[in-house]
T-cell receptor
Framework: NAGVMQNPRHLVRRRGQEARLRCSPMKGHSHVYWYRQLPEEGLKFMVYLQKENIIDESGMPKERFSAEFPKEGPSILRIQQVVRGDSAAYFC?????????????FGNGTRLTVT | RKEVEQDPGPFNVPEGATVAFNCTYSNSASQSFFWYRQDCRKEPKLLMSVYSSGNEDGRFTAQLNRASQYISLLIRDSKLSDSATYLCVLGTSYGKLTFGQGTILTVHP
């Protein structure tokens, strides 16, 4: 049973370009969470999605960032017109259900570098 | 005030030492509590859940004090492989996690 798969592992973009980060949850998991870790900081919640629905996007920057989890295919975190401050590690996690004790399984992250 | 406060360390201890980490949180509505570990900016991995009654997993003991909004992790007989960043984590009713900044532990020979 493959774990949470994120790609690419490393992504380099110039300022102003678009970044697309993909996350395939574990088999049977329909709940996806995105977190961002800036250099020397802790992980910060960005968004929680279920299939075709955004449940909580309270951690998403108001502009340039969007996320989706379509019926078919991986979850996508999209960053438009990237800036240097977007450079970070972006982690995706999935769980089989919502609920206080449902464990989250993390992917190994995408490291975005904006030059 | 941060939702989760941890002493960032670093803690440098010799093999075999006992080391304790503390964490305080501000949201009294938090429903679940965890310790995760993160190695060299890799993905965080669940170390253990934390319960009010306290729980132990081998060399690791976790305690939760809801009245004081305080969580602790005790590591006995430290190993070199315990070197990592330890993250204090709170959970909500639907699984959203709030992470502390982490405490860096280095175990040396």
């Amino acid at each position: 049973n493959a774990g949470v798969m994120q790609n690419p592992r490393h992504l380099v973009r110039r300022r102003g370009q678009e970044a697309r980060l993909r996350c395939s949850p574990m088999k049977g998991h329909s709940h996806v969470y995105w977190y961002r870790q800036l250099p020397e900081e802790g992980l910060k919640f960005m968004v929680y999605l279920q299939k075709e629905n955004i449940i909580d996007e309270s951690g998403m920057p108001k502009e340039r960032f969007s996320a989706e989890f379509p019926k078919e295919g991986p979850s996508i975190l999209r960053i438009q017109q990237v800036v240097r401050g977007d450079s970070a590690a972006y982690f995706c996690a999935s769980s089989p259900s919502s609920g206080v004790n449902s464990p989250l399984h993390f992917g190994n992250g995408t490291r975005l570098t904006v030059t | 005030r941060k939702e989760v406060e941890q002493d960032p360390g670093p803690f440098n201890v010799p093999e075999g030492a006992t080391v304790a980490f503390n964490c305080t949180y501000s949201n009294s509505a938090s429903q679940s509590f965890f310790w995760y570990r993160q190695d060299c900016r890799k993905e965080p991995k669940l170390l253990m859940s934390v319960y009010s009654s306290g729980n132990e997993d081998g060399r690791f003991t976790a305690q939760l004090n809801r009245a004081s909004q305080y969580i602790s992790l005790l590591i006995r007989d430290s190993k070199l492989s315990d070197s990592a960043t330890y993250l204090c984590v709170l959970g909500t009713s639907y699984g959203k996690l709030t992470f502390g900044q982490g405490t860096i532990l280095t175990v040396h020979p």
